[in-house]
């Protein structure tokens, strides 16, 4: 089983819809983040959590929110989906310790809107 | 402004030879940076880390270059193989940042 698991892995929505991405780690640890990444490009940030009462925006927040149920659940929502948000995004988690902190990804959800 | 970018978007080689991928970054205050490889419809993987206070570390079949001089951080593969076909990232840890700044990434296609 994967250690970061993303649900759904595909999605296909309508414009203004209501869309929850879920991501759930068996890693144990505290922080976990959700990228977006669009081709081409790179990833960039949406909102990263340290532990499960913080919460941080990060370079591309808005219009999307986020919930860390538990250390090992962090969801992404976004409350009205428009088309430019078509992208495929990342859930992951981040070891921390001896200097470098390694990031651990999900395989991604893949989102469409139409 | 500040950011970690990549020469090329795209790079063909033949398979048992060498890659390079390179990296440039433009912010100087750096604790380390992270390569990573990501396969199609997979996310991206660790592959090797370097400090800031080295210039080489070698993994296996990878080497990783840092030149603080010139803000340039390159990956090399050694006799790439099928499997190495995928993007690269690097990714830069700023010094009092708490979150990595990626690059675009390097699509690296090996030719049998």
């Known amino acids: 089983d994967a250690d970061v698991t993303q649900t759904p892995r595909n999605r296909i929505t309508k414009t203004g819809k209501r869309i929850m991405l879920e991501c759930s780690q068996t890693?144990?640890?505290?922080?976990m983040y959700w990228y977006r990444q669009d081709p081409g490009l790179g990833l960039r940030l949406i909102y990263y959590?340290?532990?499960?009462?913080?919460?941080n925006k990060g370079e591309i927040s808005d219009g999307y929110s986020v919930s860390r149920q538990a250390q090992a659940k962090f969801s992404l929502s976004l409350e009205s989906a428009i088309p430019n948000q078509t992208a495929l995004y990342f859930c992951?988690?981040?070891?921390?310790?001896?200097?470098?902190?390694?990031?651990?990804f999900g395989a991604g959800t893949r989102l469409s809107v139409l | 402004g500040e950011s970690v970018g990549l020469h090329l978007p795209t790079l063909s080689v033949q398979e048992g030879d060498n890659s390079i991928i390179n990296c440039a970054y433009s912010?100087?205050?750096?604790?380390?940076f992270i390569w990573y490889k990501q396969e199609s419809g997979k996310g991206p993987q660790f592959i090797i880390d370097?400090?800031?206070?080295?210039d080489k570390r070698q993994g296996q079949r990878v080497t990783v270059l840092l030149n603080k001089t010139v803000k340039h951080l390159s990956l090399q593969i050694a006799a790439t193989q099928p499997g190495d076909s995928a993007v690269y990232f690097c990714?830069?840890?700023?010094?009092?940042?708490?979150?990595?700044?990626f690059g675009q990434g390097t699509r690296l296609t090996i030719n049998p």
């Open positions: 912010n100087s205050a750096s604790d380390y």
């Open positions: 370097i400090r800031s206070n080295m």
């Open positions: 992951a988690t981040e070891s921390t310790g001896q200097g470098i902190n390694i990031q651990y």
């Open positions: 959590s340290f532990d499960v009462k913080d919460i």
């Open positions: 890693k144990g640890h505290d922080r």
């Open positions: 990714a830069e840890n700023r010094k009092g940042a708490q979150k990595l700044v």
